[in-house]
């Protein structure tokens, strides 16, 4: 999720933009909205499905599988608690108890701590990651796409069956199965995704592909009503998946309609229109931080835009808009002044020490 300093793919980062876009939205308008409960219906499995996409296969030694996990939870871990701690001492308050429900870190404890609950997907995000990498150097060479399969399989029949206490399984662990099969389906697709880019690179007929492919899954995803879990949504943070088999249909659906769009607008950049999507490439490379910053924003633009003398749902619209851009803004200077706050290590700066020592 944090951006990275290597080569970076524009359709993956217009992926992961449209992404967290999705979710800050939903975060505005709460649950019994339409657009809420059909963006739910995928949006959280897309996410893991696109941190999938470069995950190694080869094996590991124990020590770089250890060193994977350590930097997985630097990237990740870290900013959960520590956003979480900035969230409880300006409104939720720091008690034992609150401390020992953060430190259970499901999305109801969560909850019940006062915390922010959207975080819940950091702590799951983590264990999936660390799950891939033993899975990695238990199997070795034997790690082959069939053993991937099978693992993802057993990984999302253990997320629909495990009994689910009230307060949920310690750092999400049921949903990290879940995490984990959608990680292994963006691993296998990693190369389809790879040919539809390059399909969608031969001019203006080739970006026809991707769109009418987006096209197609759209009216996919819009099936969603038909799944319809107790609490009337899709919520993978509670593990409230309704009908198993819809549930995986239509979050394929929705995350080959992102996939597919993401692919199309690469497609517009290099044609020449690159500027007009800076700002969602952008978006993309700092969704790590918007995830962490979005809530606080939405709570303190509140009251701004209950003010305004608008028709619903415009209020709305301005301040998940204003929170998406404030928290993107936000996360680039922080990544500058304290990187382990949107999951980055002190990198550049220990480098640049090192270079005016010598």
């Known amino acids: 999720m944090p951006p990275s300093r290597k080569t970076r793919i524009r359709s993956i980062d217009y992926l992961k933009g449209l992404l967290i876009s999705c979710i800050v939205f939903c975060h505005a308008f709460g649950p019994g909205d339409a657009f809420h409960a059909w963006a739910y219906a995928f949006v959280v499995p897309a996410f893991f499905f696109a941190s999938g996409l470069f995950l190694k296969v080869a094996p590991p030694t124990p020590a770089e599988a250890v060193g994977e996990t350590k930097k997985r939870f630097f990237s990740l871990v870290v900013p959960y608690v520590l956003w979480s701690l900035v969230w409880l001492l300006a409104w939720g308050g720091l008690t034992p108890k609150s401390l020992a429900w ?24 983590f264990l999936a990651c660390a799950a891939w990498a033993a899975a990695r150097l238990a199997l070795g060479r034997r790690f082959v796409p069939w053993v991937r399969v099978a693992l993802g399989a057993v990984a999302f029949a253990a997320a629909f069956l495990l009994p689910r206490p009230h307060i949920g399984w310690p750092w999400g662990a049921d949903t ?17 995704v790879g040919r539809l880019r390059g399909i969608a690179s031969r001019g203006a ?24 879990p107790p609490n009337g949504y899709v919520n993978v943070a509670e593990a409230t998946y309704g009908n198993p088999f819809l549930f995986l249909l239509f979050a394929a659906a929705g995350t080959s309609l992102a996939v597919c769009l993401s692919v199309f607008l690469e497609a517009v950049a290099e044609g020449g229109r690159a500027r007009l999507l800076r700002w969602l490439e952008i978006i993309g490379m700092n969704t790590l931080g918007i995830l962490c910053i979005h809530r606080f924003l939405l709570r303190l633009l509140r009251p701004w835009t209950a003010s305004l003398d608008l028709p619903s749902p415009v209020p709305t619209l301005l301040r998940a808009a204003a929170a998406l851009l404030l928290s993107a803004l936000l996360s680039l200077v922080l990544s500058r002044l304290f990187p382990p706050a949107v999951g980055l290590p002190f990198h550049r700066r220990e480098t640049a020490a090192r270079r005016s020592i010598r």
């Open 102 to 125: 953060l430190a259970y870190a499901s999305h109801k404890g969560l909850h019940l701590a006062r915390a922010i609950s959207s975080l819940w997907f950091l702590p799951v995000l």
């Open 176 to 192: 990290a199965c879940c995490a984990f099969g959608c990680l292994v389906a963006g691993n296998l697709a990693a190369p389809w």
């Open 205 to 228: 007929a080739g970006a026809l592909v991707p769109l009418g492919l987006a096209a197609a899954a759209l009216a996919g995803s819009l099936g969603w009503r038909l799944n319809t």
